[in-house]
């Protein structure tokens, strides 16, 4: 999607008011499009909190780009690649007065975030364009109604969920700070359970756009055409599919248990609060008996801030 670029003999180095600006863009993004992580976010300290802001607002811009429905997969293709681009240059070190670029740098240097995570994040918002690729086990039958299954089995969605949300968590725990290696392979898991759980919330959002991330191989399991998931279906009738991937995420909300003994623990309690919004956020869909097809499922802002009380309460003692 990009190619290698060299450092400048000089590298450009923004003032503290352009980074403050920067950062204030950046939680101005996350605040308004990041419905769960935000309030998460909001039990760290300030640096840190405002590191992880300039994630999302780069992962935002990626998303933004790759679901912009207005353009042709072809062009979104190229402006991920010249999105991509623009983090390479200012990278190495380009001059840049792009808010999230200056705020993603400052971070990544901060906190020693590797490029080739964040180059993982691009490329998998960009699985979505893809319509044949053997490579990243993209579903290239579209059924009558369409839709088109992205992954023929789970272990190709999980290659998907793995750029999208695994790798999500190998960066936030560089800003969380660790020093246990067990801890990467937890952060991955956990990011698997988040996106299971978006997943599952979302059949009816994916479908409307023509997209099924439910592997072929289970829908076929379970006797779910691609057609019902268009209509208003009988929720009783993939309520059991829907709860095997449910059962799948809260395997790995497990491991996110087990991450959180492991980072610093200052980070603790905000991971705590990631961790219950989106376990909670699963366990009101299986009280819907996964009738998704209704009303979005979510938690209310109420519901968040009683997590995040408990949160704060987990900082101060």
Same mark, same amino acid.
């Given at each position: 999607?990009?190619?290698?670029?060299?450092?400048?003999?000089?590298?450009?180095?923004?003032?503290?008011?352009?980074?403050?600006?920067?950062?204030?863009?950046?939680?101005?993004?996350?605040?308004?499009?990041?419905?769960?992580?935000?309030?998460?976010?909001?039990?760290?300290?300030?640096?840190?909190?405002?590191?992880?802001?300039?994630?999302?607002?780069?992962?935002?811009?990626? &998303? &933004?780009?790759?679901? &912009?429905?207005?353009?042709?997969?072809?062009?979104?293709?190229?402006?991920?690649?010249?999105? /991509?681009?623009?983090?390479?240059?200012?990278?190495?070190?380009?001059?840049?007065?792009?808010?999230?670029? +200056?705020?993603?740098?400052?971070?990544?240097?901060?906190?020693? @975030?590797?490029?080739? /995570?964040?180059?993982?994040?691009?490329?998998?918002?960009?699985?979505?364009?893809?319509?044949?690729?053997?490579?990243?086990?993209?579903?290239?039958?579209?059924?009558?109604?369409?839709?088109?299954?992205?992954?023929?089995?789970?272990? &190709?969605?999980?290659?998907?969920?793995?750029?999208?949300?695994?790798?999500?968590?190998?960066?936030?725990?560089?800003?969380?700070?660790?020093?246990?290696?067990?801890?990467?392979?937890?952060?991955?898991?956990?990011?698997?359970?988040?996106?299971?759980?978006?997943?599952?919330?979302?059949?009816?959002?994916?479908?409307?756009?023509?997209?099924?991330?439910?592997?072929?191989?289970?829908?076929?399991?379970?006797?779910?055409?691609?057609?019902?998931?268009?209509?208003?279906?009988?929720?009783?009738?993939?309520?059991? +599919?829907?709860?095997?991937?449910?059962?799948?995420?809260?395997?790995?909300?497990?491991?996110?248990?087990?991450?959180?003994?492991? @980072?610093?623990?200052?980070?603790?309690?905000? +991971?705590?609060?990631? @961790?219950?919004?989106?376990?909670?956020?699963?366990?009101?869909?299986?009280?819907?008996?996964?009738?998704?097809?209704?009303?979005?499922?979510?938690?209310?802002?109420?519901?968040?801030?009683?997590?995040?009380?408990?949160?704060?309460?987990?900082? /101060?003692?």
């Amino acid at each position: 999607m990009s190619t290698a670029v060299q450092p400048v003999t000089a590298q450009f180095v923004p003032t503290e008011s352009q980074l403050a600006v920067a950062y204030s863009v950046c939680r101005g993004i996350t605040r308004t499009a990041a419905k769960n992580f935000y309030y998460a976010f909001l039990a760290l300290p300030t640096a840190k909190r405002q590191a992880l802001c300039a994630v999302y607002a780069f992962m935002r811009r990626c &998303d &933004d780009i790759a679901d &912009d429905e207005g353009l042709p997969a072809q062009v979104r293709r190229q402006k991920l690649a010249e999105w /991509l681009a623009a983090v390479h240059l200012a990278q190495a070190g380009h001059p840049t007065d792009d808010p999230i670029l +200056l705020a993603l740098t400052d971070s990544q240097r901060r906190y020693e @975030i590797p490029g080739e /995570l964040l180059n993982q994040l691009a490329y998998g918002t960009a699985m979505d364009l893809v319509d044949t690729s053997a490579e990243d086990g993209a579903q290239t039958a579209t059924g009558p109604s369409g839709l088109r299954v992205q992954y023929k089995t789970f272990e &190709d969605l999980r290659l998907y969920c793995y750029r999208v949300a695994s790798v999500v968590g190998l960066v936030c725990i560089r800003i969380f700070g660790y020093k246990d290696a067990a801890a990467e392979p937890l952060a991955e898991k956990c990011g698997l359970a988040f996106q299971l759980t978006n997943i599952i919330r979302d059949v009816k959002e994916d479908a409307a756009v023509g997209r099924v991330y439910l592997p072929a191989e289970d829908l076929a399991a379970f006797g779910i055409s691609t057609e019902e998931l268009l209509q208003t279906p009988n929720a009783a009738r993939i309520a059991p +599919l829907l709860a095997m991937e449910a059962d799948r995420a809260r395997e790995c909300y497990a491991a996110g248990e087990k991450l959180i003994e492991l @980072i610093d623990e200052d980070s603790q309690p905000a +991971l705590w609060v990631l @961790i219950t919004i989106y376990r909670q956020l699963l366990e009101k869909i299986a009280l819907r008996q996964y009738d998704v097809f209704g009303e979005k499922v979510r938690l209310t802002t109420w519901e968040k801030l009683k997590v995040l009380g408990k949160g704060f309460l987990k900082r /101060l003692s």
